[in-house]
């Protein structure tokens, strides 16, 4: 059977986590998917705990995070800041529920991405993710998003770095990809 799943990024400037529960669970929704943005804003004034309590009394349900972005190419100072977000990410995943994680290739414009580099850069840091995201029970879903200033701009790419990566708890989301191809005229 098919669920319906509301993904928070829709309305994420006019909308708060607080009220999109609300609504999801209002109109039907089986899974949400929670902004880490969004998250920490709701930290500002509640707790994961609280978070959990609602999502154990009703419908809806988290069904992940979304999202941890430009993870490749990252220099130390980076790419430590990406490794505290994977680590709240997976924290918030234990508590409140929830057990994939959508990660992000670096999106820059006028970026010079060489290919090769790309996707050794990408599986080297979605092994280094995976191992983290396995401790927690989290599944990583690459997700390249195919603008222009995106460094994997291919469902080919994608599938290539995601079989390079070889982990049962990662692989990929095409979504955002098949969007932009079909409006820049093809995949």
Same mark, same amino acid.
């Given at each position: !059977?098919?669920? #319906?799943?509301? /993904?928070?990024?829709? %309305? !994420?400037?006019?909308?708060?986590?607080a009220? =999109?529960? $609300?609504?999801?669970?209002?109109f039907?929704?089986?899974?949400i998917?929670i902004?880490?943005?969004?998250?920490?804003e709701?930290l500002?004034?509640?707790? #994961?705990?609280?978070l959990? =309590?609602?999502f154990?009394?009703?419908?809806?349900?988290?069904? &992940?995070? /979304?999202?941890?972005?430009?993870?490749?190419?990252? =220099?130390?100072?980076?790419?430590?800041?990406?490794?505290?977000?994977?680590a709240f990410? %997976?924290?918030? &995943?234990s508590?409140?529920?929830g057990? %994939?994680l $959508?990660? $992000?290739?670096?999106?820059?414009?006028?970026?010079?991405?060489?290919?090769?580099?790309?996707?050794?850069d990408?599986?080297?840091?979605l092994?280094?993710?995976?191992?983290v995201?396995?401790?927690s029970q989290?599944?990583l879903?690459?997700?390249p998003?195919?603008?222009?200033?995106?460094?994997?701009?291919? #469902?080919?790419?994608?599938?290539e770095?995601?079989d390079?990566? =070889?982990r049962?708890?990662v692989?990929?989301?095409?979504m955002?990809?098949?969007?932009? %191809?079909?409006? /820049?005229?093809?995949?």
């Amino acid at each position: !059977m098919m669920k #319906l799943g509301f /993904n928070e990024a829709t %309305c !994420m400037r006019n909308s708060t986590l607080a009220q =999109d529960v $609300v609504l999801a669970e209002r109109f039907g929704y089986d899974y949400i998917e929670i902004r880490l943005d969004m998250l920490q804003e709701w930290l500002q004034k509640h707790t #994961l705990s609280e978070l959990a =309590d609602i999502f154990a009394v009703g419908h809806l349900k988290p069904w &992940g995070y /979304n999202s941890l972005e430009d993870i490749t190419f990252c =220099d130390s100072e980076s790419w430590a800041e990406k490794r505290r977000q994977l680590a709240f990410a %997976c924290h918030a &995943g234990s508590v409140v529920g929830g057990d %994939c994680l $959508v990660v $992000v290739p670096t999106i820059r414009q006028g970026g010079n991405f060489p290919p090769g580099e790309t996707v050794k850069d990408s599986v080297k840091r979605l092994r280094e993710m995976a191992a983290v995201a396995e401790e927690s029970q989290m599944r990583l879903a690459f997700e390249p998003i195919g603008s222009a200033g995106c460094c994997v701009r291919s #469902l080919a790419m994608a599938m290539e770095i995601v079989d390079a990566v =070889d982990r049962s708890n990662v692989g990929w989301s095409s979504m955002p990809l098949i969007f932009t %191809c079909t409006i /820049n005229g093809g995949i």
